[in-house]
């Protein structure tokens, strides 16, 4: 079965999270992504996290479905083998500092000269213009800058960063939709163009009204720790076997049937019940009665009534509850890939599934410069070029 971007080439020359993970996405679907590297300072996210006899695991993830190419673009030579690169290909991913392209002569100007058709997308943490747009930058600092890190933690303590690449994340999924966009754009007028991702965006995106309500109210949402200001009860709850469940009840009729089921049947009838917002006011009465109902029983019984009741529940989950859930399975989150250094790899799947033309997981991450002979032949460059570029350092 054809894959559904099979035919497109994207050159990934990003390190770390966002504009690699970007590059994944478009991976998985077929296109054909070719990873470049700086020949002795491989991406950093090669070292991020734990390793197995020396194999960074988060890399077979971050790595999939790419070719691996390196390739000095610092200097004169490795700068004319990307540009024979993008000649061929639809995209080009970067996040170097803004200036840095273009201080190699690899701005967007000569990449267009090249390949008028090549959609650039350019993934920094400020943007490419703007008072902080030189500064250097990762997700972090988005997620301090957006709002989120107010947000998050108890109303008691600090603001709470995410243990893990969130604002990356985000982005990456922003960077592959803009890419989507601008590809269409391509097919329609012939003509490639540049996009500008900023990490501080995406996130801030999802934090919902914020700043509408800001304007118009002076409203500023508090931290609530798990708690909703939009609704409750909403909260995790520690069950009577030392187990914990979240329940949510963004629905009128769901917050009904909760507190039905843990016997306060009685709330349904008070007045502030009638909203998300009211009955986010009087969170300590839901709480304490929905507390005490899940305390008193083991998960397995309390998920069960939930149920039974159509109100939502699920269990908080480190990564072995992830694989062993029987909806994951189902519906086939985690997949086993072979690998050739480590053997059956298990790591998330494709990210979601199409009828017709679905994604899949050709290849684990490559070690570090394992296509490059192959990539570069495919340009031009003969056997005998390529052993002068490795003398010089270059690949």
């Known amino acids: 079965m054809t894959a559904p971007l099979e035919g497109l080439r994207v050159l990934d020359v990003s390190t770390l999270f966002a504009g690699p993970i970007a590059a994944t996405f478009l991976g998985d679907f077929g296109a054909d992504v070719i990873k ?37 673009l610092g200097t004169p030579e490795g700068a004319e083998l990307l540009l024979r690169l993008a000649a061929d290909a639809d995209v080009l991913i970067e996040n170097f500092r803004p ?30 213009t703007g008072p902080y747009s030189g500064r250097p930058g990762f997700g972090s600092l988005a997620e301090a800058m957006s709002g989120f890190a ?68 002076g409203v500023l949402q508090p931290r609530s720790g798990n708690r909703s200001v939009n609704n409750a009860p909403r909260n995790v709850y520690k069950t009577g076997d030392g187990e914990w469940v979240a329940v949510s009840t963004s629905s009128q009729s769901i917050a009904e049937r909760v507190v039905r089921l843990v016997g306060r049947a009685d709330l349904v009838a008070e007045p502030w019940f009638a909203s998300g917002h009211t009955r986010a006011e009087h969170a300590d009465e839901l709480d304490e009665a929905v507390a005490a109902w899940i305390g008193a029983r083991p998960t397995a019984e309390v998920v069960a009534a939930f149920e039974d009741a159509q109100a939502a529940v699920a269990p908080v989950y480190d990564v072995r509850g992830v694989l062993a859930d029987p909806q994951y399975q189902a519906i086939g ?45 495919e340009v031009g460059v003969t056997r005998e070029q390529l052993e002068r570029l490795r003398e010089k350092g270059i690949v």
């Open 99 to 128: 200036g840095t392209l273009e201080r190699w002569g690899l701005g967007p100007d000569r990449l267009h000269e090249a390949n008028p058709r090549l959609v650039v997308a350019r993934v920094t943490a400020f943007g490419q």
């Open 333 to 377: 989150t985690v997949q086993t890939v072979q690998d050739d250094e480590l053997g059956p790899v298990r790591m998330q799947n494709v990210l979601f599934r199409l009828s017709g033309t679905p994604g899949a997981i050709r290849w684990p991450g490559r070690r570090h410069g394992q296509d490059t002979d192959e990539v570069l032949a």
């Open 150 to 217: 107010a947000l998050t933690g108890q109303p008691d303590g600090p603001p709470t960063l995410p243990p893990f690449g969130l604002a990356d994340g985000i982005a990456a999924l922003a960077t592959a939709y803009a890419v989507m966009v601008a590809l269409r754009s391509a097919d329609r007028d012939g003509a490639g163009q540049v996009i500008d991702l900023a990490i501080i965006e995406p996130i801030l995106m999802l934090l919902g009204g914020q700043i509408t309500a800001y304007d118009q109210l």
């Open 36 to 72: 470049v590297e700086h020949p002795t300072k491989p991406d950093a996210a090669r070292g991020h996290g734990p390793s197995k006899d020396g194999v960074n695991l988060w890399w077979k993830t971050l790595g999939r479905n790419k070719r691996t190419v390196t390739v000095n």
